[in-house]
């Protein structure tokens, strides 16, 4: 109790008010500068977490972990979150719902997952669990993704915890497991198991949006996402004669197999331009002051690098073929053979992808879909999205935002089933010269410090407004 209450008095006595303007919108703004100076050190304790995501395997172990050390740094602030386990004891998040100052307004939801995909040390030049702190960086798994969005909400409502400030709306807190792997063990399994956390919610914020994408010193855009692909990951299998690998064979599984993978992989898939991305274009062509032209992706890379791959993604359903099982000694021809595809739909394109698909490999191909689920797409024109521009402007006056569609999928596929809009905002200002999107499971992961301080400064104004 003594050093609960010498935590409280010691962040209080570091609390500042501050008067401003934010974007046109006076008001009188308490800061949180503990908060700004003590995320660099949450997201250094949860990068050390080693929190690898393998799916199935019995090495998937520190959910758990993680999920008790966010709990403990909740407490710490006087909150009282619960530690909820899904599908086994090391499947585990957290969950807390703060209360408003208004509690006629809906709630909204602030989700990050706590999982990361592996990591190759001998493929990093820092260690990617040590999250150690070079060149105004912290380096490790799950910097950008999204540990980095973790930290920021710790800090915030820790802050509010030691310093009495609430929001506005309730604000429900969600730390979950598994969204590296489809969200199985995490948050569709909470929507099908515990749907009284989503109560009341009709807006959720989580990944990955707010990011900055600078244009020149007086523009910087940062994209929010309204918009996600669908997913459909499939397996082909194909039936052939087994035999001897030395003689005549006109019935093998393997080249009936290889022909339909190289066809999809192949497969040019029209353009389907839908509103999101329509409007992403159009703001990103005035603020370069070009003509964008969809039918021409390179001047997206060129623009954009990485993020242009995602963008150009967006603009048409994919299929990528991604593993091959066939045989099992170098002379014998099997009798079956297996591949799988990684497919992605946009909104509104679901049937033809199936259709496409089913023309593409023929009548010989078994097709079956291991995992599917929906593509979303929430309105951009609405008071939430609007004081997401407001708060980024008052942190930086050259901001402006646009609406952009993601080509991967977040846990917001699951929580979007309750009605909910759902929405990319974890606020964070890159230099110019780093490559966001690259950094997003590759090797080398990090987040700028000044970067990271700047995402608790947005967040914090954005959740006690929204």
């Known amino acids: 109790m003594v050093q609960e209450i010498l935590r409280r008095e010691a962040y209080l006595l570091a609390s500042v008010r501050w008067n401003g303007q934010d974007g046109g919108m006076t008001n009188t703004w308490e800061a949180l500068p503990h908060a700004e100076s003590e995320v660099v050190g949450l997201l250094r304790d949860l990068i050390q977490i080693d929190t690898s995501n393998w799916g199935e395997s019995a090495e998937t172990v520190g959910e758990i972990v993680a999920a008790d050390y966010c709990a403990e740094r909740l407490r710490e602030a006087g909150w009282s979150p619960e530690v909820f386990t899904t599908t086994s004891q090391n499947r585990a998040g957290v969950y807390l719902r703060v209360p408003g100052s208004d509690p006629a307004a809906p709630a909204l939801l602030l989700h990050g997952h706590l999982d990361v995909v592996p990591a190759m040390a001998s493929e990093w030049s820092h260690p990617p669990f040590a999250a150690e702190l070079d060149g105004g960086f912290v380096w490790g798994r799950g910097a950008v993704d999204m540990k980095d969005m973790d930290a920021m909400i710790l800090a915030v409502v820790r802050g509010w915890g030691f310093t009495g400030i609430r929001p506005r709306r ?90 339909a993978v190289s066809r999809i992989g192949k497969h040019q898939w029209p353009l389907r331009i839908t509103k999101t991305v329509e ?158 999107w690259r950094l997003f499971h590759g090797v080398d992961e990090r987040v700028p410090v000044a970067g990271l301080q700047f995402g608790v400064r947005v967040l914090d104004r954005f959740l006690r407004a929204c």
């Open 170 to 259: 309730d604000v429900v807190v969600l730390f979950l497991p598994d969204e590296e792997a489809g969200s199985g063990h995490g948050a569709h399994w909470l929507a099908a198991n515990r749907p009284e956390m989503f109560a009341g919610v009709s807006e959720a914020v989580g990944e990955v949006g707010g990011f900055s994408i600078t244009v020149r010193d007086d523009l910087r855009i940062y994209p929010i996402q309204t918009a996600e692909k669908g997913i459909r990951w499939i397996r082909l299998e194909a039936s052939g004669r087994a035999g001897h690998g030395s003689m005549l064979h006109d019935d093998n599984a393997i080249t009936e197999l290889c022909d």
């Open 279 to 436: 409007m992403f274009l159009e703001g990103l062509g005035t603020a370069y002051g070009i003509a964008l032209d969809p039918h021409e992706p390179e001047e997206l890379l060129r623009i954009l690098g990485t993020f242009g791959a995602v963008v150009g993604a967006t603009m048409q359903n994919t299929s990528n073929p991604s593993m091959l099982n066939a045989g099992y000694k170098h002379n014998v021809i099997p009798s079956e053979a297996a591949a799988c595809i990684d497919g992605r739909v946009v909104p509104g394109y679901e049937d033809e992808f199936e259709a496409t698909i089913r023309e593409l490999v023929g009548e010989r191909i078994s097709v079956s879909t291991l995992v599917s689920d929906i593509a979303l797409e929430a309105p951009f024109d609405t008071a939430t999205v609007d004081l997401m521009a407001s708060v980024l402007r008052a942190e930086d006056p050259t901001a402006q935002t646009l609406p952009y569609m993601m080509s991967g999928g977040t846990d917001a596929k699951a929580i979007s089933q309750f009605g909910i809009d759902c929405y990319g905002f974890s606020p964070l200002q890159m230099p110019a010269d780093v490559d966001y």
